[in-house]
């Protein structure tokens, strides 16, 4: 079982730290990932990292802000968000997979998702 934690309402600028904990199983055996999904849209790809940590992945739309960590004796992964703005506004959820993709598909588990509101 995945656990999202950490949204909320932020100013647009502000920034955000997601934790993503697990329970039942180990995050050591998984490459992990973050989506979001606005209201109205599809769920989109944020962030991926592998099972060590050595490689991370972002969206075009988050690079150079956002930032995907994860603490393996934690059974934890983490997004910090920086320099928010108010299209970054969604319900964003973890997820964990045995491959690193972008596709929802390739995910197998997934958290239940955390609000993330930035107003302008």
């Known amino acids: 079982q995945l656990q999202a934690s950490g949204g909320g309402l932020v100013q647009a600028g502000g920034s955000l730290r997601l934790s993503c904990a697990a329970s039942g199983r180990t995050i050591n055996n998984y490459n992990m990932g973050w989506f979001r999904q606005a209201p109205g849209k599809e769920r989109e790809f944020v962030a991926a990292v592998t099972q060590n940590g050595g490689n991370t992945y972002y969206a075009d739309s988050v690079k150079g802000r956002f930032t995907i960590s994860r603490d393996n004796a934690k059974n934890t992964e983490y997004l910090q968000m920086n320099s928010l703005k108010p299209e970054d506004t969604a319900v964003y959820y973890c997820?964990?997979?045995?491959?690193?993709?972008?596709?929802?598909?390739?995910?197998?588990?997934w958290g239940q998702g955390t609000q993330v509101t930035v107003s302008s």
């Open positions: 997820a964990a997979s045995f491959v690193v993709g972008t596709l929802v598909s390739s995910y197998r588990y």
